[in-house]
């Protein structure tokens, strides 16, 4: 089975990004308060399956959560058949909020376009190490971003648990260009879909996940074709929410899917 390659960050998502930039100053004019918890989080263990954009299977994976001292550590893994790896790692506290401590990206092998390690802390300090494929040439970018409070890198889902079916909001990821850029993302709910567990009919919620991209930047990205694709969320909202799939790139690059799965025995 073949694994579909990212596209070259310069043509692909990792350039729209660039484009979104917001200063430090237009991040504060717009910085909120952060999601209230409603539903605390624990320790979970869920089963992935990464899928391409029509069904084909690239990669099984992990989600694993933990709590601990310093707040609940979250890291989802994706092991590729060619020895590809994607790991995302997010320590978070939730506390009235929910607020990001660190987070940790890595992305390397023949899946991606270039093998990338990103880490970012809550104070804004960043390391970003980079590796082409193409040339085998490294870049290393270290230094400090403005930040404001509902950074939610690693953190969307959880925070769509957390919305009303109704509810839109506006948070900010950082986004590694791979040198680091602020960007506003808005969370808005797009009507429900019907799914079946076993034969009981479910009802969940599709959040689209939006860049916002304001001005003469937005203008510019729209003419160019720059635009990065919206990313789609299912969240089953009855009683307990749950989430059931994701559609949008994994961090830059294709569409991928990201579906529920379970262990099977052998056969």
Request: charged fraction near 20%; aromatic fraction near 8%; glycine fraction near 8%.
């Amino acid at each position: 089975m073949r694994s579909r390659r990212a596209a070259p960050a310069a043509l692909g998502v990792l350039a729209a990004l660039a484009a979104l930039t917001l200063s430090a100053q237009e991040a504060r004019r717009v910085e909120p308060a952060g999601i209230p918890v409603r539903y605390a989080e624990g320790v979970a263990h869920g089963f992935l399956d990464l899928r391409t954009a029509d069904g084909a299977l690239l990669a099984n994976g992990d989600l694993l959560q933990v709590p601990g001292d310093r707040g609940i550590e979250s890291r989802m893994i994706f092991l590729f058949p060619d020895s590809s790896l994607f790991e995302e790692t997010v320590l978070f506290t939730q506390h009235g909020v929910f607020a990001l401590q660190s987070y940790h990206l890595v992305q390397r092998g023949p899946a991606f376009a270039d093998d990338l390690d990103a880490s970012l802390s809550a104070s804004g300090h960043y390391v970003v190490k980079t590796k082409s494929h193409r040339d085998g040439k490294g870049k290393q970018y270290d230094g400090r971003l403005d930040l404001p409070p509902d950074v939610s890198n690693g953190l969307v889902v959880t925070l769509l648990k957390n919305l009303a079916r109704h509810d839109t909001q506006t948070v900010h990821l950082v986004a590694f260009t791979p040198e680091p850029r602020l960007i506003r993302l808005e969370l808005a709910p797009a009507g429900e879909q019907r799914v079946l567990n076993g034969q009981r009919a479910e009802t969940a919620v599709e959040f689209d996940l939006k860049p916002r991209l304001g001005g003469l930047v937005g203008l510019f990205a729209r003419l160019l074709g720059k635009m990065p694709p919206d990313s789609h969320v299912w969240i089953v909202m009855h009683d307990v929410p749950a989430f059931v799939r994701v559609v949008g790139p994994l961090y830059a690059g294709p569409v991928w899917r990201i579906d529920l799965s379970s262990p099977h025995w052998p056969q």
